[in-house]
């Protein structure tokens, strides 16, 4: 019954990459304004950066996953960081697993208060009870909904940025620039753009690590890799040029649903779905990845346990969504590098070793 004996293609892979790390803060275009819009033009040499990181880096997480046959991220953390550094950016990556549940929960919240009026807390109960009833279903239930999903997600976000761009008088042809870089989480583009891959990164080894091990060969690990980081880079694409266009979005704290509900009340319910269902996809991911790195999924005591995170993480996610994107996910990702050091120092030394004998 164990998941790493399931096979998986490079299309499921792919998915659940980018499933994990389209979140709240994703698809609500918070994010995509604090690490990148807020550049202006310097905005879109970020986002290709972004997305380059993406692809590359998946792929180590991807390919160590496999040649390790990792059960969790600390097979990999272990490797390429060695034994007590790897565990310092264990205990990292497993506290952004509880904090990145928790911050979906408060995404939940703030995104149906601004488009019901519903209390915060509504929200991120409604959240919680569909992101507890599937963790418990365990990894392979998770992956087939973000295969499902993520292409519904992504359609909605293109949609909502195709209609922008159709529906602007001018187009592209006088996109409003609205460079602020002193607004931005790190005021410095290179930097900006490593850090948001770098917390994601964070939170995504807790998932490609033992879908490395699942894939069938090097090419599905590839394709997973690179339709997942075209993907990524396409969607904060997407987004960054609506708002751009409509920089009256910047004041908001869902702009993407602000941005929708121009349109009509239908596109804005439509989006609301979209989001909501981004929320999800990370929101189970950091739920099960939280929970199965202190105990044995499948178990009573890991049942239990996520009932007990799940308590936790409603009462944690009150502080506010715009407050904890801002601040926990910058911090993480600044500490995040020590992952991205490890693994590119790990690949380096490997490639510049001798060719072992081809057996195992």
Known sequence: MSDNTKKINGFQIAATYIGITIGA???????????????????????????????????????????????????????????YLGLA???????????????????????????????????ALIMSASSLATVFFGLAGIVSALSFLVPVMMAGIFGVSLSVLLSSPTGLNHINIYTQPWAAVIPYWPLSALIYVSYNLV??????????SMSENRKQRWEGALLGGLGLGAGILAINLALLIIPDSFSYPIPMSFIAAGFSPAVSLGYTAV??????????GGLYGFAAR???????????LVLVI????????????????????AGVGIAGFLLLGGLAYSFIKTKSRPKPNPAV
Do not use: C
Request: hydrophobic fraction near 55%; charge should be positive; glycine fraction near 8%.
């Open 25 to 83: 803060g994703f698809a609500s275009g918070q994010e995509v304004l604090q690490y990148f819009s807020f550049f202006g033009l310097d905005s879109f040499p970020a986002l290709t950066l972004a997305a380059m990181l993406f692809i590359v880096f998946g792929w180590m997480i991807l390919n160590l996953g496999a040649r390790l046959q990792a059960r969790s991220h600390r097979e990999i953390l272990d490797y390429t960081n060695g034994k």
């Open 310 to 329: 799940t308590a936790a993480a409603i009462a944690a996610s009150q502080l506010g969504f715009t407050t904890l994107v801002r601040f926990l996910y």
């Open 203 to 212: 939170m995504a080894v807790a998932i490609l690590a033992p879908m490395g």
């Open 294 to 304: 202190l105990t044995r999924p499948g178990t009573r005591r890991f049942k239990l």
């Open 89 to 123: 950016v264990d205990l990292v990556i497993t506290f952004f697993l509880f904090g990145a549940f928790v911050a979906m929960l408060a995404g939940a919240g703030a995104s149906l208060q601004q488009q019901f009026a519903f209390p915060p807390l509504v929200g």
């Open 275 to 284: 989001l909501l269902a981004a929320i999800y996809t990370t929101a189970v």
